[in-house]
């Protein structure tokens, strides 16, 4: 499933559990007037809504479709802070482009067990 979908499915759940009352996945289905199986798929990111359904469990929530979806993208400001920490470490060594490629190497067989 694609990483979105687990990211709407958590919202959605974050949503449900930090109600008042705590709802449960029944109390949320039978609001949004769909199954507690599909529902229970949904926040497992093992399915992936339709923008209808979406709407309606917004709308049980009492959120609008956009609180719904806030905080599940990835912002590139999120990936640039994650790239940060190498630019500064290659630019403070003054790296060349065989350098990085040397690094991404070393970096590949770390991660993938194979230097390809």
């Known amino acids: 499933m694609s990483e979105l979908g687990k990211r709407i499915g958590q919202r959605i759940r974050e949503l449900r559990t930090q109600r008042p009352e705590r709802w449960t996945q029944e109390e949320l289905a ?9 529902l229970s ?8 809504a339709h923008v209808e359904t ?6 049980a929530l009492s959120v609008s479709l956009g609180e719904l979806f806030a905080g599940t993208e990835e912002t590139p400001a999120q990936t640039e802070d994650l790239l940060r920490p190498l630019s ?3 630019r403070a060594r003054g790296l060349t482009p065989r350098d990085v490629e040397r690094l991404l190497g070393v970096a590949r067989a770390m991660f993938n067990g194979s230097a390809a």
């Open 30 to 38: 039978e609001r949004a007037q769909i199954s507690v199986s599909f």
């Open 54 to 59: 979406l709407a309606a469990l917004a709308n």
């Open 88 to 90: 500064d470490f290659a």
């Open 41 to 48: 798929m949904i926040e497992r990111g093992e399915r992936v």
